[in-house]
């Protein structure tokens, strides 16, 4: 079989010009760029027996690094849930001040350099900072202990659930909450059966997305957290410890555990993606 | 994930819920809502960019603008720039024509190929420097050709440049996407009837039709190349004045414990982002004046 | 420009779009290709066109095969359901496009394309607007533009897909009428799609109906209102009452009554149907009339010259099944003059019955 005839099996000829050019140039530079180097992680570890990988992957303070970056995630990912919610709600449907403004900053995690973000949260939660020094007193001690890396992750997170569920919120149309009040609901009863049902499959897309960024963020951990070996050291550092020590093996063996992770989130994602289209009529 | 980060969307007057008794909440209820997102607002989002320029200013303007004009932090400048500027015209390149193939026909493994254009937003930044160390590195697959043949990738600009695009490798095809297909193929095909060739047809009536969501895409794509900090953190070496880019000129100043030029760089970058939300802001309102033109 | 489909098939994964569909069109006609929706209209004409390739068949242009000419080449003006306006060009721009995407030497001079605009914006009347741009348009005034540009590049054959489909009705009724004079003037040799039985009979030379990917009739629209060649056209094709029966003679037999039928070739006892329109039957309050069927008055709706009254079957004699309505109209002093009143009996005797077999028998 052919290339044309594989990705066209009716053999329709086709009105518009360049398909066979444009696929071609898509599958050959995603290849190059993207599948090829990806697979060279797989193909790296399998230079490891299973005995071996095993050992590399359930080390003592590896498995430390794993329930921190993913235990911090999920927190994160959860605090970003119920706020992004909120921030989505008000940006939506109330009118206040600066509005404009907050709307466009939600996006700043995804415009502002990762590095920037880590030295500036660590100087803002540091014992001399602006906020750590308020928390200091009730000894809440934030950068360079477990809950930075949590900060750390929650800002990075904010755009995905606001932006996921805004969306949806200002296509829903008032007829539903009229319909649902004039059929005596109450506010709260409104808000938890008929609009939650819809806002769901989005809200779970974007703490999805939050936390698969999450686990795999790096630039603004790695400042505040103080990477102190088994308390506040992230996955994506040990990959970096062990290639600084030339463990090129060992590196490449948690990259996997962290790649297969990613690619059952990615599924996952797209699962909740297809759902939520379904549910609200939308396509993505 | 940029179909987070993307997708020019309207946004709706809320006088119309304010004044709607069905989707009002209690005065008290709004007043918490609106009380615990802003607060959230100001301590995550607002506080760190206030933070950035305070820090930077901390020792004065002096201190600040000698940060900046250091032969180290130039070269930074140089670096992130040339990165760049290498960086996303190939991923604009290549999302204009992962677009048209997507958008524009049907074929076997459509949905496949979109989600494979995403992959690398859903793989670490770290990874991502590590998969060109494990090719182009000392000890790589390439290794000892590329020694024999004495060039560098690894520890050098070719390897920036690889790493940067593989993490922005889908900013500009993920935002043309969703918009080409629902542009729909009518107003191609009426091109081709009235004689249009392929080029034609591209310059003519599609790029006219996507310019704003292209230039958002380059807009997200660009930002992320010029900050991005893990990949181009492992392939980099750190060589001061030679493959630093400038954020990781600004993490060597912090762990020199320079602060204060530290931030100065980082402020540069800051603004940076600064500039990215504003345009992103303008190119929303211009294509939706375009959007709410046509009902 | 003739053009003659021949044997066209086209397949859509599982489903059927063209069943082996032949058609002549003759040069110079206005032709409507009507029928429900996904009956394959839509399909034929983009096939013609060029978008479309069927799987097998063939389409001859002016009595040469096109199938494998690429639709650039095919000289056909194409108008776009929903008009595929060019947005972000002026409606000047959008009527010259076919001119400047012309190569070089056969591009006309720019005052050339200036003056050919212009003339085709006059032709359409929208020459005041020739700087706008389509968003800044109403519905009959972007059909107009998609006209005009389709125009501009003296296409051969004009085809048009529901041209009329996204308008309101006054508008509707209006561009028909402007279509059809503009035809006139032109001459070239138009097919345009429609699933308005109405729109086709008015504005068309010819009607081609299509039923499930396969042509039902072609003809005139007298013809093929007046003869329609199968029960789907009869029923597509405006207000119909049918009888079920059986072949008797010359008469079709319901139940007790007996009908007396146009006489086709079906052979003497076979289940058939008989078609009528609701102007084609009489009431006859004389119940002891030999022919026609016995029926109840249900309803008698009066507005303008003509009355519409509507009946019902007479229950069964076990008083089971859903009755059959009938529809009659006549003119408002026959209902006067007959006395006619809701909930009497009457006989409907049909002027002029057309029978088919019973297909689903």
């Known amino acids: 079989m052919t290339f044309a005839t594989f990705f066209n099996p009716t053999r329709q000829t086709r009105v518009l010009p360049g398909f066979n050019l444009a696929l071609g140039y898509t599958l050959v530079y995603l290849s190059l760029m993207v599948l090829i180097p990806l697979s060279a992680v797989f193909i790296k570890s399998a230079t490891l027996s299973w005995s071996e990988f095993w050992a590399v992957v359930s080390a003592p303070r590896v498995v430390a690094t794993y329930q921190l970056s993913f235990g911090a995630s999920l927190l994160a990912a959860a605090i970003n849930a119920v706020f992004g919610l909120m921030l989505a709600w008000a940006l939506v449907r109330y009118r206040f001040p600066g509005k404009k403004l907050i709307d466009a900053l939600v996006d700043l995690p995804f415009a502002l350099p990762t590095a920037v973000a880590g030295i500036a949260l660590t100087a803002l939660y540091a014992g001399n900072g602006w906020i750590g020094s308020l928390l200091e007193p009730l000894g809440i001690k934030v950068a360079f202990t477990p809950l930075g890396v949590l900060v750390a992750l929650v800002f990075i997170g904010v755009p995905f659930v606001v932006r996921t569920v805004q969306p949806i919120l200002e296509d829903l149309e008032t007829e539903l909450e009229e319909a649902a009040a004039s059929l005596g609901a109450h506010r709260w009863q409104i808000f938890r059966r008929v609009l939650l049902p819809i806002l769901l499959p989005a809200l779970l897309t974007g703490f999805a997305l939050a936390f698969a960024r999450a686990v795999g963020e790096y630039g603004s951990v790695i400042f505040i957290a103080g990477n102190i070996p088994m308390i506040s050291e992230i996955t994506p550092l040990i990959i970096i410890t062990k290639l600084e020590q030339y463990d090129y093996v060992g590196a490449t063996a948690v990259a996997v555990v962290m790649l297969v992770f990613s690619f059952l989130m990615l599924l996952f994602i797209n699962l909740l993606q297809a759902w939520s289209a379904k549910r609200t009529g939308r396509n993505r | 994930m940029a179909a987070v980060a993307g997708v020019l969307h309207a946004r709706v007057d809320a006088r119309r819920y304010e004044t709607n008794a069905a989707t009002r909440e209690a005065p008290w209820v709004r007043r918490l809502i609106l009380g615990a997102a802003l607060s959230f607002f100001v301590l995550f989002l607002l506080m760190p960019l206030l933070a950035v320029f305070a820090e930077a200013l901390r020792k004065g303007w002096f201190t600040y603008v000698t940060a900046l004009t250091d032969p180290d932090a130039l070269s930074a400048i140089y670096l992130t720039l040339l990165v760049a500027a290498i960086a996303v015209p190939l991923n604009l390149v290549f999302g204009v024509v992962a677009a048209w193939t997507i958008a524009k026909f049907e074929f076997r493994g459509k949905r496949f190929l979109t989600t494979l254009i995403d992959l690398p937003f859903s793989v670490s930044p770290v990874i991502a420097g590590l998969i060109f160390v494990l090719l182009f590195g000392a000890q790589g697959w390439f290794g000892d050709w590329l020694f024999e043949h004495d060039i560098k990738i690894i520890f050098a600009v070719p390897g920036l440049v690889l790493a940067t695009v593989f993490v922005t490798f889908p900013f500009v095809a993920r935002e043309l996407i969703p918009l080409m297909e629902a542009q729909g193929r009518e107003e191609e095909e009426a091109a081709v009837v009235l004689g249009a060739n392929g080029w034609q047809i591209f310059w003519r009536v599609t790029l006219p039709n996507i310019k704003w969501g292209l230039l958002y895409g380059v807009i997200l794509c660009n930002a992320r190349a010029m900050g991005e900090f893990g990949a181009v953190s492992v392939v980099s070496g750190h060589i001061r004045g030679q493959t630093n880019t400038l954020p990781l000129h600004v993490e060597i100043l912090y762990n020199e414990y320079n602060f204060a030029a530290a931030f100065a760089v980082a402020s540069l970058l800051a603004l940076l982002a600064m500039v990215t939300l504003g345009l992103k802001s303008v190119i929303e309102w211009k294509a939706n004046q375009g959007v709410t033109a046509t009902d | ?361």
């Open chain 3, 1 to 361: 420009m003739s053009i003659q489909v021949e044997h066209i098939h086209k397949t859509f994964g599982q489903f059927v779009a063209l069943d082996q569909v032949s058609v002549n069109f003759p040069d110079g006609a206005l032709t409507a290709l009507l029928g429900p929706s996904g009956c394959g209209k839509t399909t034929l004409l983009r096939v013609i066109a060029g978008l479309e390739t069927a799987d097998s068949g063939r389409v001859i242009l002016d009595g040469e095969d096109a199938s494998s000419t690429h639709v650039r080449q095919r000289q056909v003006g194409f108008v776009f359901q929903h008009y595929a306006l060019f947005r972000h060009l002026t409606v000047f721009e959008n009527v010259a496009f076919g001119l400047r995407v012309r190569p070089r030497r056969t591009r006309p001079k720019e005052a050339e394309i200036r003056l050919r605009v212009h003339r085709l914006l006059d032709l359409v009347q929208l020459d005041p607007l020739a700087n706008r741009f389509p968003t800044q348009l109403s519905g009959g005034q972007r059909q107009r533009v998609a006209l005009a540009r389709a125009l501009a590049v003296e296409p051969k054959v004009l085809l048009l897909d529901e041209p009329f489909g996204a308008l309101d009705a006054q508008v509707r009724k209006e561009l028909r009428r402007w279509l059809r004079r503009l035809h006139d003037e032109l001459h070239i040799t138009s097919l345009f799609v429609t699933h308005d039985q109405e729109e086709a009979l008015e504005v068309a030379d010819r009607v081609v109906l299509m039923h499930r990917g396969r042509v039902e009739q072609v003809g005139t629209p007298t013809e093929v209102y007046e003869h329609p060649a199968s029960p789907f056209v009869y029923g597509f094709l405006g207000a119909v009452n049918t009888f079920h029966g059986r072949i008797d003679g010359t008469h079709l037999r319901v139940g007790e009554a007996t009908l007396p039928h146009d006489g086709d070739a079906i052979h003497q006892g076979a289940d058939a149907v008989g078609f009528t329109r609701p102007h084609e039957l009489e009431i006859v309050t004389d119940l002891a009339t030999p022919h026609g069927i016995e029926v109840i008055l249900d309803r008698i709706l009066t507005f303008g010259a003509s009355a519409r009254v509507e009946l019902d079957s007479l229950p069964d004699a076990d008083g089971r099944g859903e009755p059959t309505h009938y529809e009659v109209i006549l003119p408002r002093e026959k209902v006067d003059a007959l006395g006619l009143v809701e909930g009497q009996r009457v006989r409907l005797v049909p002027s002029r019955i057309h029978v088919f077999p019973n297909q689903t028998a």
